[in-house]
Nanobody
Framework: QVQLVEAGGGLVQAGGSLRLSCATSRLTFRNYAMAWFRQAPGKEREFVATINWTGTNTIYTDSVKGRFTISRDNAENKVYLQMNSLKPEDTAVYYC?????????????????WGQGTQVTVSS
């Protein structure tokens, strides 16, 4: 019954910005570390960023450091991914994921719940 729903994807030019959101339901949100993954056509799903249950610690994959920021709003039970200076290689379906209590996991197999994804396309 747990649901994660992503929103905010779209088509942007290189150098532009997007802000993705993930709304949760039937989830004790404050007890979960949250993460963003992405999957480009023909590629495996890869880790992007994660944030612990209090929002005090974050981890990013090297390719997005300095450009992307993950954050969470525990009052609204939402997690966000602010994406700046977007590049064509950022084009992918972006997925929101959750794991109870744990933090720092970077593999898809470690996460308990997933959203359906939102498409991000960056044109050059």
């Amino acid at each position: 019954q747990v649901q994660l729903v992503e929103a905010g994807g779209g088509l942007v030019q290189a150098g532009g910005s997007l802000r993705l959101s993930c709304a949760t339901s039937r989830l004790t949100f404050r007890n979960y570390a949250m993460a963003w993954f992405r999957q480009a056509p023909g590629k495996e799903r890869e880790f992007v960023a994660t944030i612990n249950w209090t929002g005090t610690n974050t981890i990013y994959t090297d390719s997005v450091k300095g450009r992307f920021t993950i954050s969470r709003d525990n009052a609204e039970n939402k997690v966000y991914l602010q994406m700046n200076s977007l590049k064509p290689e950022d084009t992918a379906v972006y997925y929101c994921a959750a794991v109870r209590l744990l933090f720092g996991k970077r593999s898809v197999k470690d996460y308990d719940y997933w959203g359906q994804g939102t498409q991000v396309t960056v044109s050059s």
